[in-house]
């Protein structure tokens, strides 16, 4: 923990700097398929000292954090396995090091996925749960590139720019809600929204 509390702080150091912007897109970009913090912190760090240009923040963000989903979606694609079924050493490398991604995580991802499609990418890129998990797993069981590419920038678009317009709206006094709150209200946004499309789904 004291390790990821390092990072974390490092990572928020770069908002002091005037290579914020430059930052906010490697870190948006790496969160996406390795690095283990997400770039939520940085951006609202960024908007909180330039609130008009939140929405640019988030834009950048977007971009970074798609472009990234790509590459994760091309390390399981095209490197994660060294034969049928076996992991390659690139595999066994992000299992031993990566925070959280396991075999088993992996697997159960794999079965999100031959369920649920777009939905679960949709909803790993807009909730708290780790993108870089998804992406990659996209990629191994070859899941669609078109459906994965627009659910990722639906997703990331919409979490990134609604912390954008929460910093724009409401300034420096919302900044501690969204550090306790965001995550339950991600989830929450996501929950009602596959749901309503579920609902259309069986309904019409």
Same mark, same amino acid.
């Given at each position: 923990?004291?390790?990821?509390?390092?990072?974390?702080?490092?990572?928020?150091?770069?908002?002091?700097?005037?290579?914020?912007?430059?930052?906010?897109?490697?870190?948006?970009?790496?969160?996406?398929?390795? *690095?283990? #913090?997400?770039?939520? =912190?940085?951006? !609202?760090? &960024?908007? /909180?000292?330039?609130?008009?240009?939140?929405? @640019?923040? %988030?834009?950048?963000?977007?971009?970074?954090?798609?472009?990234?989903?790509?590459?994760?979606?091309?390390?399981?694609?095209?490197?994660?396995?060294?034969?049928?079924?076996?992991?390659?050493?690139?595999?066994?490398?992000?299992?031993?090091?990566?925070?959280?991604?396991?075999?088993?995580?992996?697997?159960?991802?794999?079965?999100?996925?031959?369920?649920?499609?777009?939905?679960?990418?949709?909803?790993?890129?807009?909730?708290?749960?780790?993108?870089?998990? *998804?992406? #990659?797993?996209?990629? =191994?069981?070859? !899941?669609? &590139?078109? /459906?994965?590419?627009?659910?990722?920038?639906? @997703?990331? %678009?919409?979490?990134?720019?609604?912390?954008?317009?929460?910093?724009?709206?409401?300034?420096?006094?919302?900044?501690?809600?969204?550090?306790?709150?965001?995550?339950?209200?991600?989830?929450?946004?996501?929950?009602?929204?596959?749901?309503?499309?579920?609902?259309?789904?069986?309904?019409?």
């Amino acid at each position: 923990m004291a390790f990821m509390r390092k990072i974390y702080d490092w990572v928020l150091h770069w908002a002091e700097t005037p290579y914020g912007p430059i930052a906010l897109f490697i870190l948006a970009f790496a969160e996406s398929s390795f *690095f283990p #913090i997400p770039p939520d =912190a940085l951006l !609202i760090a &960024l908007a /909180l000292g330039a609130r008009k240009k939140s929405f @640019s923040f %988030a834009t950048l963000c977007t971009v970074a954090s798609v472009l990234g989903a790509l590459l994760g979606y091309g390390i399981g694609h095209f490197v994660w396995w060294s034969g049928e079924n076996e992991f390659s050493n690139v595999a066994n490398f992000f299992f031993s090091n990566i925070p959280g991604f396991t075999h088993e995580l992996f697997y159960k991802v794999k079965a999100l996925y031959d369920e649920w499609n777009f939905w679960i990418v949709f909803t790993a890129g807009f909730t708290p749960i780790p993108y870089k998990v *998804f992406t #990659i797993t996209g990629g =191994a069981f070859s !899941i669609n &590139l078109f /459906l994965f590419l627009i659910a990722s920038v639906v @997703s990331r %678009a919409g979490r990134f720019f609604l912390v954008a317009f929460l910093i724009w709206k409401f300034g420096p006094q919302i900044k501690n809600f969204i550090d306790k709150y965001f995550n339950w209200l991600a989830i929450a946004f996501t929950v009602l929204l596959v749901g309503g499309f579920v609902g259309i789904k069986y309904l019409f």
